[in-house]
Structures are given as structure tokens and as C-alpha cells.
């Protein structure tokens, strides 16, 4: 599968970004979908993960309750709604694709993921 994500740019303390991820391909509903970002000198970290329906979530302890991620796959997307943003939320964000690994919180990491996108930048100032 083939990702492309967008929505990022730059926001003040407190406002709000939407992130999408368009993918191709006539198999999404397979694919259990993930956000990650990496912020400059830091390595990649997860932020959230959606199960093939949309039944199931994981977020990032930082992001809980702020972030809401969902997909429609019918139109072979996932979002991520980034609520009351923060400067340490600054970072380039990736979306991510698997079919194979289980849906469990130890397997959100970032090399568990075999598809990626291109990274949209989330810029977040104080």
C-alpha cells in the first residue's frame, strides 16, 4: 500500500490540526493504521493506531485525550484530529501501514510498520 499523508503546518499553542492519510490500493480495510512522529535529534515515536475497523485505538500517553484517530474505508483514509496542541507537539508526522502484526499496544512501534508515508509537519508555536 501506498501512503500520502497531509494537514500539517503551523499552529499556535491551543488550536487544532487535522492530519489525513490517503492510501491506495483495493485492500485498506486490511491494514491496521498508525501515526508516529519524530521531532528534530529525537527518534521516531508512536502517537496512534486504529484497528481495520475503526473498532479499536491506541494513543501515546502524551496525546491521550487530545488526539482522536479514525478512518473511513470507504475512501481509503485515516485522520488524526490534534486538539489543544502544544509546543512539544512540534514534529514531523507519519502515517503507517501493516496487515500482518496483531493489533496489541507491543506492537505499535515503528519498526513492526512495513508501509509508510512522506511525513506532513506539524509546527507548534508558544
Known amino acids: 500500500v501506498q501512503l500520502q499523508a497531509s494537514g500539517g503546518g503551523l499552529v499556535q499553542a491551543g488550536g487544532s490540526l487535522r492530519l489525513s492519510c490517503a492510501a491506495s490500493?483495493?485492500?485498506?480495510?486490511?491494514?491496521?493504521m498508525g501515526w508516529f512522529r519524530q521531532a528534530p535529534g529525537k527518534e521516531r515515536e508512536f502517537v496512534a493506531a486504529i484497528n481495520w475497523s475503526g473498532s479499536s485505538t491506541y494513543y501515546a500517553d502524551s496525546v491521550k485525550d487530545r488526539f482522536t484517530i479514525s478512518r473511513d474505508n470507504a475512501k481509503n483514509t485515516v485522520f488524526m484530529q490534534m486538539n489543544s496542541l502544544k509546543p512539544e507537539d512540534t514534529a514531523v508526522y507519519y502515517c503507517?501501514?501493516?496487515?500482518?502484526?496483531?493489533?496489541?499496544?507491543?506492537?505499535?512501534?515503528?519498526?513492526?510498520?512495513?508501509?509508510w508515508g512522506q511525513g506532513t509537519l506539524v509546527t507548534v508555536s508558544s
Open positions: 503507517a501501514a501493516d496487515r500482518r502484526i496483531p493489533f496489541t499496544i507491543a506492537t505499535m512501534r515503528a519498526p513492526e510498520f512495513s508501509s
Open positions: 490500493g483495493r485492500t485498506f480495510y486490511n491494514y491496521i
